[in-house]
């Protein structure tokens, strides 16, 4: 089956302590993206990777990395959380164009007392 | 200044009516999407239009292309306690980035009370 992983679906965490969460996807997509969703600013994007090690900026970059080593997994890293990063997350993967259909996972409610 | 503008913000409705949903820009679009999410889940593709003008059905539901590529409309007939969720519209910008970033709408949540 055609899909979109990601873990952990729960966090919560406290300022400052380093986290990664995992993505992965199994379409064999070039392009992958990271968002966080928040009540009235709908989905933003906070990273985004054209292919493996082949990393940008989104809308909304700082306080987070992302890497690309391989084609399937592209993890989200916050080194040093902050309350300001509570949110839901979410990892899509992508086909070319045309149609540039995004597939996303499930998300990651992220919590940071 | 949001780039893809969806009206209206919320639905709220009896089941079996009739409802349009709207999206709109001053940008130009290659490709435009809708996609459906309900709580605690990721979006989900409902459909793609790339041609200007063009009308896509999937059962109830009635996807319009604007034919200058600026606009798409979500029609829902006969609406059901199912059909609840938040839809959301997303595009390619023409002439944008090389990958095809998309530009999200604010979405819209519809309510179908039985």
């Known amino acids: 089956e055609a899909q979109v992983t990601q873990n952990p679906r729960y966090l919560i965490t406290v300022t400052g302590k380093k986290l990664t969460v995992t993505c992965s996807q199994n379409m064999n997509h070039e392009y992958m993206s990271w968002y966080r969703q928040d009540p009235g600013l709908g989905l933003r994007q906070i990273y985004y990777s054209m292919n493996v090690e082949v990393t940008d900026k989104g809308d909304v970059p700082e306080g987070y990395k992302v890497s690309r080593k391989e084609k399937r997994n592209f993890p989200l890293i916050l080194e040093s959380p902050s309350p300001n990063q509570t949110s839901l997350y979410f990892c899509?993967?992508?086909?070319?164009?045309?149609?540039?259909?995004?597939?996303f996972g499930p998300g990651t409610r992220l919590t940071v007392l | 200044t949001q780039l893809l503008e969806q009206s209206p913000q919320f639905l709220s409705i009896q089941e079996g009516e009739n409802l349009t949903v709207y999206c709109n820009s001053s940008?130009?679009?290659?490709?435009l999407q809708w996609y459906r999410q309900e709580p605690g889940e990721g979006p989900v593709l409902l459909v793609t239009v790339v041609t200007g003008g063009e009308v896509k059905k999937l059962k109830r539901l009635t996807f319009q292309f604007g034919d200058a590529r600026k606009d798409s409309s979500l029609h829902i007939t006969a609406a059901q306690p199912g059909d609840t969720g938040l839809y959301l519209c997303a595009g390619v910008i023409a002439g944008g980035t090389s990958y095809g970033k998309l530009t999200f709408g604010q979405g819209t949540i519809l309510t179908v009370h039985p």
């Open positions: 940008s130009v679009f290659s490709s």
């Open positions: 899509a993967s992508q086909t070319s164009g045309p149609y540039n259909e995004q597939f």
